[in-house]
């Protein structure tokens, strides 16, 4: 399967304005796309940096630590028919190892994501070795988390907030990081030379946790050379009561395989975090953009995205406002632990004229059931490649369908 033809079979064509030639036909039929794509996971709840932390053994327990997931779907989708048929699907399967021996610690993930078409997809998600030095820094270097806005991710449902879905949340790529606190104070600086590699799958380039800039047919951009910097300050005011005020920073490189000629990207958010006891409040503005170096007659007014190996186009300019609230509510009875509700709100306003606002709303509550995590979401999109018909141009010009659109998801994993 290539990029080549994403538009065309998708639920709805892509509109002609912004178009990459390289989108003009993929080898799948509309049924199959509605399979597989549109249900191939966003994947957030706790399947990054939190589960890590939790999962890498302290100093009083150390060696090598085995964990891993499965996790499945039930789906109902407003614009697919018979919307009252439910969905069911295995999202993922993933093995964690992890390590710690004394300062040397570790982490790596590996994933597998089977579709329902028969399509089939796995590849890294993590793989690091770190030393925590004595003065509280730490230094990592592998594919790890980006140091970028609020972390370790600005989300509380199932569904990422929309920066995940153009690089900007939970980015896993290929470098170094150091890290530090200073009292209140905490930073980060980075340099990735790449993204982490293609996994396996039918895409050209992917297979893939994290939405970086892939290469497919006659879109051959791609990331390189990216610094990340990161400062934040924590206020304390009581014994469960804080807020985190943060700026984030990014500068990479975009070299084109065609013309032969580097592009440049770069982002950069302001964010506030606030736990509160039972509340939590998450916060995030964000501005990017890609000077890209495409062919001519190719727009730079887009730029091809992919990941669980699906590409789609995203709007090479834009501004993106997220807003999360969440209250959790102690329960400790037989195997439940606790309840989470919340409420995430995003929108990518896009640059290029003609270009619709992507926008979505995620309604719902996480439960803790002993090894489960489980997770009930109603969430509403508009432009949004999983919450609406319009996956492979929702982020960029835009579908022809611009209403909104209901997607009811209930995640069950279990983790061990």
């Known amino acids: 399967m290539g990029l080549a033809g994403l538009v065309d079979a998708s639920p709805v064509n892509a509109s002609s304005q912004g178009v990459v030639p390289a989108l003009a036909a993929l080898d799948m039929s509309q049924d199959q796309v509605q399979a597989e794509v549109e249900t191939a996971p966003p994947d957030a709840g706790k399947t990054s940096s939190e589960a890590d932390a939790e999962a890498i053994p302290t100093e009083n327990e150390q060696g090598f630590k085995l964990g891993g997931a499965f996790r499945a779907n039930i789906i109902r989708r407003d614009w697919v028919s018979p919307y009252k048929t439910p ?27 089977p579709y329902r078409g028969g399509q089939q997809t796995h590849f890294v998600h993590h793989a690091w070795m770190g030393y925590k030095f004595a003065d509280e820094g730490e230094v990592q270097a592998g594919i790890q988390q980006v140091p970028f806005g609020i972390l370790p991710y600005a989300s509380n449902s199932w569904f990422f907030q929309l920066p995940y879905y153009v690089g900007l949340e939970d980015a896993y790529n290929l470098g170094v990081k150091y890290g530090n606190k200073w009292g209140s104070w905490s930073g980060q600086v980075a340099y990735y030379a790449r993204p982490a590699p293609n996994g396996v799958g039918e895409s050209e380039d992917s297979a893939r946790y ?23 300050y924590t206020a304390e005011h009581g014994p469960d009561s804080s807020t985190e005020l943060g ?31 039972r509340w939590g409040t998450k916060l995030e503005a964000i501005r990017y953009q890609y000077n890209l170096k ?33 209250y959790t509510l ?14 995430d709100y995003s929108i990518l306003m896009k640059d290029a004229d003609g270009f619709l606002d992507t926008q979505q709303n995620v309604s719902g509550a996480s439960f ?8 009930v ?40």
Do not use: C
């Open 368 to 375: 803790g059931l002993g090894p489960l995590l489980i997770y």
């Open 294 to 326: 495409n062919p001519v007659g190719q727009s730079d007014d887009v730029v091809v995205m992919g990941a669980y190996d699906f590409p789609y186009e995203v709007a090479a300019k834009g501004s993106i406002l997220a807003a999360g609230l969440s």
């Open 377 to 416: 979401d109603l969430a509403f999109g508009k432009q949004h490649p999983y919450m609406t018909p319009s996956f492979s141009e929702g982020l960029a010009a835009g579908g022809p369908d611009n209403d909104w659109h209901t997607r009811f998801n209930v995640n069950v994993g279990y983790y061990f």
């Open 247 to 277: 700026m984030s920073l990014m500068l990479g490189q975009v070299p084109n395989d065609l013309t032969h000629r580097t592009g440049s990207r770069w982002a950069a958010a302001v964010h506030a975090k606030g736990e509160y006891g």
């Open 87 to 113: 969905e069911v699907d295995v999202d993922t399967i993933r093995l964690n190892l992890d390590y710690s021996d004394g300062p040397v610690i570790g982490s790596a993930e590996y994933r597998y994501y």
């Open 210 to 232: 994290t939405y970086n800039v892939v290469q497919e047919g006659d879109a051959q951009n791609k990331e390189r050379n990216t610094i990340n910097g990161r400062l934040s």
């Open 330 to 343: 102690p329960v400790n009875r037989w195997y439940l632990k606790d309840v989470t509700f919340y409420n």
